[in-house]
């Protein structure tokens, strides 16, 4: 039987195929963070663009103006390093609350009958497809002291004067696990609705209780599932801007926030590259993490496709 | 099987569902109050209707998002299903390992990076060779396939993993060359998907504050910047009526798509 490009049929043709998206994502992914590594190294000037040039040729002398200035501030000012563990600390907390609120939803979408199950999953998608921007702005109506839960609270006589939530921290936390509890759920939902629920069987009839059975068998089963969940969740909350920007106080320290202040307030685009440069170096264990669990799926999947 | 404990599952799915819906639920509700403020009912209205209708600035930013969406899911769903095949269908290649790395960084890379790092090289490229000569809908565009391709392969490689290989295979075996039997056989069978990954393309596109803001240029506000503009300072009741129907046409276009999807499933 003939098999799609093997390697005896059409090398030549089979090599160009991979090209076009390939360059694709060499040209605009590869080459532009290249060049954010560079500027980073860069120093500021006035003129355009605003950064000094990293090589210069003159006399048939070549300089390299290596600026290492905005990794120094970054690296010893106090705001900048309160800046990357706030950023991680409110990523982590956004993590583990997604995966309290998202395993169990996940948990028992998987196990509900077929037809409870598809709609309950388009419950879950339906927000992922709505605009993330107008999703969190309507958490400024809620969360507001003159707002929805503000007035409901007080109208119960819950409170007596007005909680302090939009504009804090707090109100991040809220924007952010919202936002991105459907990253969490979805992964791990396609992990555990896979699950062969002979061996809770077999745990049962071994003896384990429910919950031994849940912590024992089902738990670390479905880890690949929570694992790619948190990442989701993980990564993009690190450098989240618009939620911040829309909930947070000026004292919500965050890493998108902070380059998007040096880039667009301070035109400092030396700093603001170093931030991102950063960025990337602190997620760059989860980000090669994420890659290894897409690759082995990928992978796993191939060799089922050839099976 | 042992039963879930029911009440425990009534408990986390109410609060699960509650959380995600409530804050929407109240957005729709309070686009039709007659007062500016989401503190209090005044009654019902449809004046903020009438004022999102009559506002030129959003109107305008629309025309050119949707123009813009659509381009984008037209590129992305046609480079992200070429990239996906190629991923199924070729096995470990030299430099497979960077390829499946680039394609699936935008997923959860933050948008900042590709923001910032994509309008420095449209910067240096302009300096070195003239082009582009200043950011607006193309460099919008190419930020917005960039982030696309990923979530575009993503979908698109599971439908084709899928796939009865028989099919393609008796094709091939029949003297089609490989690329007649991508067109009439994969093309086909992968159509749903192909629809769906392009859907979701427009609306991630759509959607885009962040690179957008990076990658636009004066004159080219996407409804996205402007929304955001004006929401960033508080309350905003033309944007209430805006997301209200933003949400219920992406509803509507994505509970019909499922229920398709749904019928094809029982048959």
Not at chain 1, 63 to 83: E, M, N
Not at chain 1, 111 to 130: E, Q, S, Y
Not at chain 1, 151 to 169: F, S, V
Request: hydrophobic share 55%; glycine share 6%; charged share 15%.
């Amino acid at each position: 039987m003939r098999r799609l490009f093997t390697h005896d049929r059409l090398p030549a043709m089979r090599k160009l195929a991979i090209v076009p998206p390939f360059a694709w994502l060499a040209l605009f992914l590869l080459v532009p963070f290249l060049l954010v590594l560079k500027i980073s190294f860069a120093d500021l000037r006035f003129g355009i663009p605003p950064y000094t040039p990293l090589a210069t040729l003159e006399n048939e002398t070549l300089t390299l103006g290596v600026h290492l200035s905005s990794y120094l501030l970054l690296f010893t000012d106090s705001l900048y390093i309160a800046t990357y563990i706030s950023s991680v600390k409110m990523a982590l907390v956004t993590t583990v609350c997604c995966a309290l609120i998202g395993y169990p939803m996940a948990y028992y979408i998987a196990r509900a009958n077929p037809k409870a199950r598809n709609l309950m999953l388009l419950g879950v998608i339906l927000p992922f497809w709505t605009s993330l921007l107008l999703r969190v702005y309507a958490w400024v109506g809620i969360l507001r002291s003159d707002g929805l839960l503000n007035n409901a609270l007080m109208a119960l006589g819950l409170i007596d004067a007005p909680l302090e939530i939009y504009r804090t921290d707090l109100a991040v936390y809220i924007g952010l696990v919202y936002a991105y509890l459907p990253f969490f759920i979805l992964p791990l939902y396609a992990n555990l609705v896979k699950f062969d629920m002979r061996l809770l069987e077999a745990a049962y009839d071994l003896g384990a209780k429910p919950f031994q059975a849940f912590w024992r068998v089902t738990l670390p089963m479905s880890l690949p599932g929570v694992i790619a969940g948190s990442l989701l969740v993980f990564i993009p909350t690190v450098g989240e801007y618009v939620i911040p920007e829309m909930l947070g106080g000026a004292d919500t320290l965050m890493m998108g926030r902070l380059m998007w202040t040096e880039f667009f307030n301070n035109t400092d685009w030396p700093m603001a590259a170093a931030v991102t440069c950063v960025m990337v170096l602190i997620l760059i264990v989860p980000l090669a993490l994420l890659q290894y669990n897409q690759a082995r799926q990928f992978d796993s999947e191939r060799r089922r496709g050839k099976a | 099987m042992a039963k879930p404990d029911r009440f425990l599952r009534a408990f986390v799915l109410t609060l699960g569902y509650g959380f995600l819906y409530v804050p929407i639920a109240c957005l729709m509700l309070f686009s039709f109050n007659d007062s500016a403020m989401m503190t209090s009912w005044t009654g019902f209205s449809l004046r903020w209707y009438h004022e999102l209708f009559s506002d030129q600035a959003l109107l305008s930013a629309a025309g050119l998002s949707l123009q813009i969406a659509a381009l984008t899911a037209t590129a992305a769903v046609a480079l992200g299903t070429w990239a996906a095949y190629v991923l199924v269908r070729m096995g470990r290649f030299r430099g497979s390992g960077l390829y499946v790395g680039m394609l699936c960084a935008p997923l959860a890379m933050p948008e900042v990076v590709l923001g910032i790092s994509l309008l420095l090289m449209f910067v240096e490229l302009g300096e070195l060779i003239g082009w582009p000569a200043g950011n607006g809908m193309f460099t919008i565009w190419v930020g917005h396939v960039t982030l696309c391709i990923a979530y575009v392969a993503v979908v698109i490689q599971a439908r084709i993993r899928d796939l009865d290989r028989s099919l393609e295979e008796a094709a091939l075996d029949l003297g089609a060359s490989p690329l007649k039997v991508f067109f009439v056989i994969t093309l086909p069978l992968i159509a749903p998907a192909l629809m769906a990954s392009w859907l979701l393309a427009f609306t991630l596109s759509l959607d885009d504050v962040v690179i957008a803001s990076f990658l636009s240029g004066p004159g080219y506000t996407t409804l996205p910047l402007e929304v955001f503009s004006r929401v960033r300072l508080g309350l905003k009741p033309e944007i209430n009526a805006l997301a209200t129907l933003f949400i219920l046409i992406v509803g509507l276009c994505v509970i019909v798509a499922s229920k398709v999807q749904w019928r094809k499933e029982e048959t």
